[in-house]
């Protein structure tokens, strides 16, 4: 891998499947010292799988005490924050148009997929400040680059997470604290298989709307994050990096 990340205070919420824990491993294998959030009580197996260097916190990022207790904890066992990857997301429960969609659906996206990442920045940011600069790469989706039929809300709950990175990219360029957002696109993850169960004929539409033909795989985003996150990238902020096959191209 290019860029380096041995020794940083890294926190990956949403990393108890899929893309997050594609992203601990990856992390984990280079040396960084890991906090891993997640809803989910796997969080803690995979904590415990890593071994060294890796503590789990189950909690909900769209929570503010929450929020706090994972930044918090980053604190008390590492000593503060370096990177802050905010993946977890809700991708919703209505399969139609907006007119669909309750209102306790939508409000459930907003508060995780935009509220939660506000949540977890204005934790950490006062410690990156405090460290001289740090990384934060914010996960949103080809959903807020592009109308998608049946995932409007979603989509526009993931814009807004776009709008606060490139905000707070700029707001924060001064402390050397740099702001990324990577838009995933159809990824072979538990929330896409979901997806597929409940519609199987949706699989090959959505293949056929990626030119590269194929859904992309959690180990091949987490590189993309880890770019974002190391040394690699230090003149790179405020960008949106569509991760997507050519999915919006
Ligand atoms: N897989 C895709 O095709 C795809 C496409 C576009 C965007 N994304 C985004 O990528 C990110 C990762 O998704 P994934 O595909 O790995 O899904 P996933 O379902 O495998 O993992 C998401 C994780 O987030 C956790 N989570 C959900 N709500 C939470 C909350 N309130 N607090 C803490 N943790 C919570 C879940 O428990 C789960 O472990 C999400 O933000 C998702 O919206 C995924």
């Known amino acids: 891998m290019t860029g380096q990340i041995e020794g940083k205070i890294a926190i990956i919420t949403g990393a108890a499947s899929g893309i997050g824990a594609a992203v601990a491993h990856l992390f984990h294998a280079h040396g960084a010292r890991l906090v891993m959030a997640d809803l989910s ?32 904890l980053a604190v008390s066992k590492f000593g503060g924050v370096d990177i802050l990857c905010n993946i977890a997301g809700y991708p919703g429960n209505s399969r139609g148009t907006l007119v669909d969609c309750s209102d306790e659906n939508f409000d459930k996206m907003v508060a995780v997929n935009f509220r939660g990442p506000f949540m977890t920045m204005k934790a950490a940011i006062p410690y990156m400040i405090a460290r ?15 109308g998608y039929p049946t995932l409007v ?21 001064e402390h050397n604290i740099r702001v990324n957002t990577i838009c995933p696109g159809p990824h072979e993850t538990p929330m896409l298989l979901a997806a597929v ?53």
């Open 153 to 173: 809300p979603y989509g526009g709950s993931k814009a807004g997470l776009v709008a606060l990175s490139r905000g707070a990219a700029v707001e924060f360029a």
């Open 197 to 249: 169960e409940a519609n199987p004929a949706s699989k090959e539409k959505i293949i056929a709307g990626v030119p590269l033909h194929r859904l992309g795989k959690p180990e091949e985003i987490a590189q993309a994050i880890y770019f974002y996150a190391s040394d690699a990238s230090p003149f790179i902020t405020g960008t949106v990096l569509p991760v997507e096959g050519g999915q919006t191209a």
């Open 132 to 146: 001289g600069g740090g990384s934060i790469v914010n996960v949103a989706s080809t959903a807020a680059l592009k």
């Open 41 to 72: 009580k796997g969080v803690t197996d995979l904590a415990a799988e890593l071994g060294e260097n890796a503590v789990a916190i189950v909690g909900d990022v769209s929570e503010s005490t929450d929020a706090r207790a994972i930044i918090d």
